[in-house]
């Protein structure tokens, strides 16, 4: 080891020169091998946020959640049976109670009007009961990824159906049906329950009918999946 002052030869342990008295810089380990080094981790931990930013991650933030991308379920439709799908029974129950009444002035027995009148007012009770027990025990609900029908009164039923198993939606309506708008929409699916279910009374049938085609099809799509065109 030599002085950097005078260039003479000192101890390689020593702080000072012996010969002038300068200050000797004593090399480290590190710094007489000639290697650097960086702080610990940093090295590393540079490299990893470079490869993250280059597929487009935040460097230091939490790992993003793998079900980002996947869409979020959301209701599109609630439905019950509708009052307008009884119109055709009201106009035949409103014929009869007409027509009874004719009967009965031609058959002129007072015991027969009073059965008349029992008739006409237990056909209007039926035809009412008839009605708040469809309104009351079914109800169907959309969403983006399925169907669910509910039926029951006291104990209910919740069936679930897929929209990737509907294979195929179809509605009819009747010369009576088409003047209010409802109608019967026929769900054909690969669900074991409910391979065929029936929905009876919907309002703006055609509508629903279309919001089920299109919802099926969104979902089938998002599954990757490839349909044919009805």
């Not at 599109?76 to 009201?90: D, E, F, I, Q, T």
């Amino acid at each position: 080891m030599h002085c950097p002052e005078c260039g003479n030869e000192v101890i390689s342990q020593a702080v000072y020169c012996h010969h002038c008295g300068g200050r000797l810089e004593i090399e480290t380990g590190s710094e007489a091998s000639g290697t650097e080094k960086s702080p610990s981790g940093s090295g590393s931990s540079d490299t990893i946020d470079r490869f993250r930013a280059a597929a487009g991650r935040p460097g230091n933030g939490p790992s993003q959640d793998r079900d980002d991308d996947e869409e979020q379920e959301r209701t599109l439709w609630v439905g019950r049976y509708s009052p307008k799908a009884m119109v055709g029974r009201w106009i035949l129950s409103a014929a009869v109670t007409v027509l009874l009444p004719v009967v009965g002035f031609y058959f002129g027995r007072p015991w027969f009007w009073w059965a008349i009148l029992v008739a006409i007012v237990l056909l209007w009770l039926y035809q009412l009961g008839v009605m708040l027990y469809r309104q009351m025990s079914v109800r169907y609900q959309l969403s983006t990824q399925r169907f669910m029908h509910e039926h029951g009164i006291l104990s209910r039923t919740t069936d679930r159906i897929e929209l990737i198993d509907v294979d195929d939606i179809a509605f009819r309506q009747g010369l009576i049906e088409r003047m209010v708008n409802v109608g019967t929409i026929e769900i054909t699916s690969s669900d074991r329950s409910h391979p065929q279910l029936e929905m009876i009374g919907i309002e703006n049938v055609r509508d629903v009918a279309q919001m089920l085609d299109d919802a099926r099809r969104r979902e089938r799509r998002r599954r990757g999946l490839h349909i044919e065109s009805i």
